[in-house]
């Protein structure tokens, strides 16, 4: 139909930076190393992993011995979470969470359940914030870990983070946050914020996929999930994915270094974007106006099906996704949408438009000519459009 191509739905994924590509080039060449090995092309490949971890930190406002790779933002929030409540065992079975975290949290959690951990989820506001009152009052004397996102994957709403890491520490809990979403996007700083333990993951900001980061608290001995040999200081077993890990270095380093820069101006299309969508008629924002994620732009379309929605912009060669890419096909409206109280006929009609500073005005302005030709086409075929039951 066309041959313009605008990718926006780098909530799902991100394109790997020019700076990360060239940073793992020789490692995925030449220098091949094994981190374990003792010889040179060994000692290369340590060498490069170790400095890479110091970067990561630098930008986290950690030390490099609190950083730890893994194969994914999934595997760092497993880890940490099932791993924290092993290591308070003792000191009770209690774990408070939101209703909107991503499935690496919450399916973590149910299985946790079966092994009688108990869990409170903390319901959110029609924007997806949490109250710190009803947080406070969930805390009991056996919780032993608060698991709450740093911004949502979804609606792009950013929880209190800095003031959910505050009231943990003061009564003694572990807080670990999934930051996958946020990292590279927002500030983040681990001391500053109050944070035990924080999953990031490469390729929302520019890194590669199938790599991540688990921020561990020095003094916290968070037990090993995976067993086998002693890479990580025998914390998680495996050989390192050496290009990965120098490839979500040189990423963040490069979000971090643009991010007050970026995050203005993506922040500024985001707005744009938002602003021309809501011309259409009965669309409505989701997720929070003022406290959201800079490249998230979330819609509730009334009268159509999102992946309608998706498809159709697809042959148009917009790239968007309804609700989270990974709910997306499953037919059911998302837990995401449900939590924020969005009726299930508005919560079906959902579309996320996630930019990044790769985004032009020009995309955004072919966004907002295509998508209310397709609205408008789906609504013209669509029964409970036509008859009027949602207005
Ligand atoms: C908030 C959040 N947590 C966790 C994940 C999982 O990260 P990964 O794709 O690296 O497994 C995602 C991915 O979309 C996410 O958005």
Redesign the pocket.
């Known amino acids: 139909m066309t041959g313009r191509t605008v990718y926006a739905d780098n ?2 994924t991100t394109g790997l930076s020019e700076r990360a590509l060239s940073a793992m080039m020789p490692y995925l060449a030449g220098d091949y190393g094994n981190p374990s090995s003792l010889h040179k092309f060994g000692r290369t490949a340590r060498l490069a992993v170790e400095t890479a971890r110091c970067k990561i930190a630098e930008c986290l406002g950690a030390e490099g011995g609190e950083i730890f790779f893994t194969g ?4 760092s ?1 497993n880890w940490a979470i099932k791993s924290a409540v092993r290591l308070m065992r003792d000191r009770g079975r209690h774990v408070i969470t939101t209703s909107i975290e ?1 499935h ?2 919450l399916h973590t959690l149910e299985h946790l359940e079966k092994e009688e951990i108990e869990v409170t989820y903390l319901g959110v506001d029609e924007c997806g914030n949490i109250s710190l009152d009803e947080l406070i009052s969930a805390i009991r004397k056996d919780t032993v870990l608060i698991t709450i ?1 740093t911004a ?2 979804e609606i792009g709403t950013i929880l209190p983070v800095r003031e959910i890491g505050a009231i943990a520490r003061e009564h003694g809990i572990l807080f670990h946050t ?1 930051a ?2 946020a990292t590279g996007h927002i500030p983040i700083d681990v001391k500053d914020m109050c944070i035990d333990l924080l ?1 990031l ?1 490469g ?2 900001f520019k890194g590669p ?1 199938g790599t ?1 980061v688990l921020y561990v608290r020095n003094g916290i001995r968070l037990p090993s999930d995976i067993y086998g040999g002693a890479q990580e200081r025998n914390m998680r077993a495996g050989t390192e994915n050496v290009a990965g890990i120098i490839g979500l270095a040189a990423a963040l380093e490069e979000a971090f270094e643009n991010l007050d820069q970026n995050s203005l101006e993506v922040a500024s299309k985001r707005d744009r974007l938002i602003g021309g969508v809501l011309n259409i008629p009965e669309v409505f924002l989701t997720g929070d106006p003022i406290a959201r994620l800079p490249g998230i732009a979330s819609f509730a379309v009334e009268g159509i099906e999102g992946e309608s929605m998706v498809m159709m912009l697809d042959r148009y060669g917009i790239c968007a996704s309804s609700g ?3 709910s997306s096909g499953s037919g059911a409206a998302s837990h995401v949408l449900q939590a924020i109280g969005l009726k299930p006929h508005l919560a079906h009609g959902s579309l996320r438009l996630s930019i990044s500073e790769d985004t032009t005005d020009e995309d955004i302005d072919y966004i907002l000519e295509k998508l209310p030709v397709v609205v408008e086409s789906l609504r013209r075929i669509s029964p409970l459009w036509a008859s009027g039951k949602n207005r």
Do not use: Y
């Not at 994914?72 to 595997?75: I, L, N, W, Y």
């Open positions: 909530a799902a994914s933002g999934t595997e929030d991503h690496a949290v996102m949502n994957n999934d996958v979403q999953s993951s390729h929302k996929k991540g989270s890419a990974c």
